[in-house]
C-alpha cells in the first residue's frame, strides 16, 4: 500500500502528455472503474438488507416505530470496523499481493456497505436516490478531469489532506458542541474536499500506471487499493451531499 500513499510525489513528465489515449492505461484504468462500481453496487445491497430485513436490521440499529433510535453493540463494531482495516492494512501488508489486497478492498466495502443502512433509515429512500446519483455525476466529471488534465495536481493533493484532517477534527469536536452551523460548514468543506480528492487520485492513479512499467503483480495491488481510495472518495461524498441536500424520514 505505500506505493500507493496520497503523499507521492512526482513531476508528470513532458513525454507522459499524451498519456490519455494510452490503451494499457485506459484498460488498467477500466480494471479500477470497474471494481468501484461492483463495491457501490455491494455496498448498495449490503445497505439494503442492514435497513429493511428486520432480523438483521436489529441486529446492528435500534429502530422504534420504524424511526433509528441509535445502533447496537455490533452496529458500532460494524461502523468504525473499516477504520481499523486500513489501518491495519496500512502497518501489515508492507509488501501486498494482489490477493491480499483484493481481501482488504472487499471487507472495507462490505463493512461499509453493511454500516451504510444507517442512511437508508435516517433519510427518505427518494434522497437517497437522488443523492446517489448526484454524486455519481460528479464523481464522473471531477475524475475525467484528473484524468485528462495536464496539471500537476500534487500540491492540491497535500493541501486537501490537510483540509480533511482539519474537518476530521472539527467532527469530533461538534459531537459535543452540537453546533448546527459548524455541521454545515464542515459538509460543505467535505463537499469540496472529496470533489478534489477524486480528481487528485485519479490523475495519482494515471501516473502510477506508468511508474509500475507493464508489471503485471504491481498492477494487480494497485488496481485494488486504487479502487478503495476513489470508493471512499466516492462515499464521503454521497454522505457529505446528503447531509446538506437529504430530507430526513
Avoid: C
Avoid at 480528492?197 to 490523475?203: E, N, P, V
Avoid at 486504487?226 to 472518495?233: F, Q, R
Amino acid at each position: 500500500m505505500s506505493d500507493l500513499n496520497r503523499g507521492y510525489a512526482r513531476p508528470i513528465p513532458v513525454d507522459h502528455a499524451d498519456m490519455s489515449v494510452d490503451t494499457g492505461l485506459r484498460s488498467f484504468m477500466l480494471g479500477v472503474y470497474n471494481k468501484v462500481a461492483l463495491g457501490l453496487l455491494l455496498s448498495a445491497a449490503l445497505a439494503f438488507v442492514t435497513s429493511s430485513f428486520p432480523p438483521v436490521r436489529d441486529l446492528m440499529f435500534r429502530v422504534v416505530e420504524g424511526r433509528l433510535v441509535g445502533m447496537t453493540i455490533l452496529g458500532m463494531i460494524v461502523s468504525f470496523a473499516p477504520l481499523a482495516v486500513i489501518l491495519f492494512s496500512s502497518f501489515a501488508l508492507r509488501n501486498p499481493t494482489e490477493k491480499s489486497a483484493g481481501i482488504t478492498y472487499w471487507t472495507i466495502v462490505s463493512l461499509m456497505g453493511a454500516s451504510l443502512g444507517v442512511v437508508m433509515l435516517v433519510y427518505t429512500g427518494a434522497s437517497v436516490v437522488s443523492t446517489f446519483l448526484i454524486t455519481s455525476a460528479a464523481f464522473g466529471a471531477l475524475s475525467l478531469v484528473g484524468y485528462t488534465t495536464k496539471k500537476d495536481l500534487t500540491a492540491m493533493g497535500s493541501f486537501l489532506i490537510m483540509g480533511l484532517i482539519g474537518i476530521m477534527l472539527a467532527s469530533i469536536v461538534n459531537i459535543f458542541l452540537k453546533s448546527s452551523a459548524m455541521a454545515f460548514m464542515v459538509n460543505v468543506l467535505g463537499v469540496l474536499i472529496f470533489s478534489g480528492l477524486i480528481a487528485y487520485d485519479t490523475q495519482r492513479l494515471k501516473m502510477s500506471y506508468y511508474e509500475m512499467g507493464g508489471d503485471k503483480a504491481a498492477m494487480g495491488v494497485a488496481t485494488n487499493f486504487g479502487a478503495l481510495s476513489l470508493y471512499l472518495n466516492f462515499i464521503n461524498l454521497f454522505q457529505f451531499l446528503l447531509s446538506l441536500l437529504g430530507d430526513r424520514r
